[in-house]
């Protein structure tokens, strides 16, 4: 019983000193210090020895102005043994809020001199120094350990410092040393070296930082300097320069840079730089030895030519595809090209019962689950556009079983959902919305709930459905790739459903496809007549982003771009948009983006 009650106290104790643990950080942090140092004083007194009370009880009374009592108890913590020399940086710091700066640098003299003593106190020294923003100190500390203690290095410490200090030459060079003299990976300087990089050329800290890599190219030549070059180039978007690099790097490490190249194939073409992302696959497709690069640089030219088509690249490409099927037929390390075959047959030559039949050839390979799955969602998805839908379901259901928990999974049962609601089954749709709304990807979430909110929004106030069902149709359309008669069912349904739900559904709908087709002025009328007339429904957020992107990406109006991106970081911060809205704001500002 007595040990029963023991236990008892303790655990009651230790609740105890939770709560006013949490109490008193939870009032310093909100500025309400009179009411944080009564909690911190009753730490202190139950848990002398806990740093981290004594720390929080002198930072209040220094926001107190109570800075004798700061003092007590760091003089006291000072003539413990075995006391930390930080004290003595704390002490010097206590000095420096009262405007001493005399009686502080005496402290901060004392903590340097326990340094020549025990270099191995330098990091942390160091580390309190720079959290007061005491640079030069800092450097000091580093310095004294590293010089008493040759094994000791914290150049990178240093180098962060110099950078806090804006001297970004010195900074720059510091931690190419740390690089070239292999004490610090590429990837971690690189890292902390984008914090002062912008994305214009011009930028000084770019202009300062090539300046830097090229000195050091000439003093010692390196493929070092290239890459470092390469990335510079990249951060800018001058893809062109950046595969110059590139090739001058795969010249000095042969095949093994092709991943390299393949990287930056992979980025110019996300960033629609059609003709550089060309040069790169074509010298990939020219110089590698291997097979399955070849084909993949292969694979992204016949991208790069469907991005814009006419009838006479529609013939070439069917002809490239029949020359690659007849090379490398149905090998299991070359499956993405009867994979993409089928698509081009299907979306590019709207013929898909051979496609149909090419993936069918590929399921009789001997694949694991995830192979057989990636190959069902293509078939599946041409059973879509065939209007084969009940055959497409099956496919869909079966990789939903077979990977469940897997993003593909999840993006199958979207697929479901999305299937039939081209179908005109509205409530089954819904029913796989539902569970979706929870998925773990963002972005099938986020594609989960606007469907959803649509067709039940839309449900609601017309109970025949007239104008969903139009909707379904042109979206319909859209998949299938017949974009000029979503557009005017689209506005079919634009002109005689107005002041329904569903126009500002349309607007957007038509706006995105009119995008593809390179109407702008169109798309640029549909997107600001949702903002202007529906800045408060859900599609706002869309509609803001979409027109902040044609504005800097296709129409070259950086400052209207700029203030969409502002009104989803001010007015829609929940949006999924929003992330990308204020990096993508910041860029435009100028701003360093790490």
Avoid at 261 to 270: E, F, P, S
Avoid at 406 to 425: H, I, N
């Amino acid at each position: 019983m007595r040990l029963f009650l023991f236990i008892f106290i303790c655990l009651c104790s230790q609740s105890l000193v939770s709560q006013e643990d949490f109490l008193a950080k939870q009032y310093f942090e909100d500025g309400d210090f009179d009411k944080a140092v009564v909690f911190y004083e009753k730490l202190v007194a139950k848990n002398p020895m806990r740093t981290d009370y004594v720390e929080g009880l002198v930072a209040c009374y220094q926001q107190l102005e109570q800075y004798d009592k700061s003092e007590a108890i760091l003089l006291k913590l000072l003539n413990q043994r075995n006391a930390y020399p930080t004290i003595l940086i704390e002490l010097g710091y206590n000095h420096t809020l009262q405007e001493q700066p005399q009686k502080a640098s005496e402290y901060y003299e004392q903590a340097l001199a326990k340094i020549e003593e025990n270099p191995n106190y330098g990091y942390g020294m160091g580390l309190r120094f720079q959290k007061y923003t005491l640079l030069n100190y800092a450097l000091q500390a580093f310095s004294i350990a590293m010089e008493k203690n040759p094994r000791l290095d914290y150049n990178f410490q240093k180098a962060r410092i110099y950078g806090e200090q804006g001297d970004i030459e010195r900074m720059y060079q510091s931690y190419l040393n740390l690089i070239s003299d292999g004490k610090a990976s590429q990837a971690n300087v690189l890292r902390n070296i984008s914090d002062f990089i912008g994305s214009e050329p011009d930028n000084p800290n770019n202009v300062k930082f090539k300046k830097v890599v090229l000195q050091n190219a000439q003093k010692k030549p390196d493929v070092l300097w290239n890459q470092l070059l390469s990335w510079l180039f990249v951060q800018q978007k001058q893809y062109k320069s950046a595969f110059n690099q590139e090739k001058a790097i795969y010249k000095r490490g042969g095949e093994m840079a092709l991943q390299r190249l393949q990287g930056l194939g992979k980025i110019t073409l996300d960033n629609k730089d059609l003709s550089t992302a060309r040069d790169i696959y074509g010298y990939i497709a020219q110089n590698s030895a291997d097979e399955v690069i070849v084909l993949d640089a292969k694979l992204n030219l016949i991208q790069i030519d469907l991005q814009d088509p006419d009838k006479k690249i529609l013939e070439n490409v069917g002809n490239t595809f029949k020359d690659l099927m007849a090379i490398h037929g149905y090998d299991m390390e070359t499956l993405q090209l009867p994979i993409a075959y089928a698509k081009f047959l299907t979306f590019n030559m709207d013929n898909p019962q051979p496609g149909i039949e090419i993936l069918q050839k590929c399921l009789q390979l001997p694949l694991n689950n995830y192979g057989k799955s990636y190959i069902k969602s293509t078939l599946a998805d041409i059973l879509v556009y065939d209007q084969r839908f009940n055959q497409a379901l099956i496919y869909f259901s079966q990789i939903q079983k077979d990977l469940k928990n897997d993003v593909l999974g999840q993006e199958a049962r979207f697929k479901v959902a999305q299937t039939s609601f081209y179908k005109g089954d509205f409530d089954w749709a819904l029913t796989q919305l539902k569970v979706l709304r929870g998925s773990t990807s963002q972005l099938i979430a986020n594609d989960a709930m606007q469907l959803s909110l649509l067709i039940s929004d839309n449900s609601l106030e017309d109970s025949t459905q007239t104008a969903l069902k139009k909707y379904a149709r042109a979206d319909f359309l859209a998949y299938q790739n017949k974009k000029k008669e979503a557009v005017g069912l689209l506005e079919d349904i634009l002109q005689n459903h107005k002041g329904e739900k569903i126009e500002d559904e349309a607007l957007l709908k038509q706006a995105e496809i009119l995008t593809q087709l390179k109407d702008y002025e169109k798309a640029e009328f549909n997107y600001l007549k949702i903002v202007t007339f529906y800045p408060h429904d859900i599609l706002a957020d869309d509609a803001n982003f979409a027109l902040a992107e044609l504005y800097r990406n296709v129409l070259d109006q950086p400052d209207k771009a700029k203030a969409h991106y502002e009104k989803i970081i001010y007015n829609y911060q929940d949006s999924y948009y929003f992330p990308q809205a204020r990096r993508n704001f910041r860029q435009l500002r100028g701003d360093s983006i790490n």
